[in-house]
């Protein structure tokens, strides 16, 4: 899910693209460590994109409205139309798609698990927050791959649609009953709150993530950029969240 900010920043870190940001993906996967690295995060990006197709098929059974309805069916169905593109990929690559998204499966489930969302809004504001906060992390490591894996991630990171639905009907909503407010800011700080957990943990448990998160594959990244990266998550999160009406 794209904002004008995260898209900025991905288009600038095209332009100033050096050392394996420079490469092709047949250049830079002369790396077995960078290979098996990439495998990871297409996996990771491609079991996601099936579950916000399931989410967003299931959230649309709560819709007030058919209109509604059938907006949350096409966010649905642009979802899987991303799946397909990297599951694709995978097989181009060699990498069985199956195999590289089984690692995350149960951790992204476990996620979808505990913060399943008790009514209509609470969906919207998953979809809007939580999605988001996964889609500036693979645009921050985006920045730092070779050109034709970069590419494709920033294509099926592009909004589906659903920004500026949620904000228009969260808004109406906090608009009718301002007391809408302050549960839903409860709900997105605590998306927030396991979202970071859940991505750390499953970064600590794949060895090839891991180092290229602390320098060791892609270029730029240290920790003290790991902890700006997610200063600037934070930020965007922040700002989506004054675009509700909510405080973060």
């Not at 004008?4 to 394996?20: E, K, R």
């Not at 009953?177 to 957990?197: I, Q, S, T």
């Amino acid at each position: 899910m794209e904002t004008p900010d995260t898209h900025t920043d991905a288009a600038a870190g095209d332009a100033a693209a050096t050392g394996i940001a420079a490469q092709s993906w047949e250049q830079a996967a002369a790396d077995p460590q960078y290979r098996a690295a990439v495998v990871d995060l297409l996996g990771a990006l491609a079991y996601g994109e099936l579950a916000a197709f399931e989410r967003l098929a299931e959230d649309a059974k709560l819709a007030p409205t058919l209109a509604d309805k059938a907006q949350l069916a096409a966010m649905a169905s642009a979802e899987f139309q991303h799946f397909e593109r990297l599951r694709q990929r995978l097989a181009e690559i060699d990498a069985d798609p199956t195999q590289a998204m089984e690692p995350f499966a149960a951790p992204l489930d476990e996620f979808h698990r505990l913060t399943a969302p008790s009514d209509w809004l609470e969906g919207l504001i998953k979809a809007y927050v939580g999605d988001s906060i996964a889609s500036d992390f693979y645009r921050e490591v985006a920045a730092r791959l070779d050109a034709d894996t970069r590419a494709l991630m920033l294509a099926v990171l592009d909004d589906t649609g659903h920004s500026g639905f949620a904000v228009e009907k969260v808004r109406a909503a906090i608009d009718a009953d301002a007391r809408v407010g302050g549960r839903l800011a409860l709900w997105a700080r605590r998306l927030m709150g396991e979202a970071l957990a859940q991505a750390q943990r499953v970064v600590a448990d794949r060895d090839a993530l891991s180092t290229m998160l602390v320098g060791g594959l892609a270029d730029g990244f240290d920790l003290a950029e790991v902890g700006r990266m997610f200063s600037r998550i934070t930020e965007a999160h922040t700002k989506r969240m004054a675009a509700l009406g909510l405080a973060a």
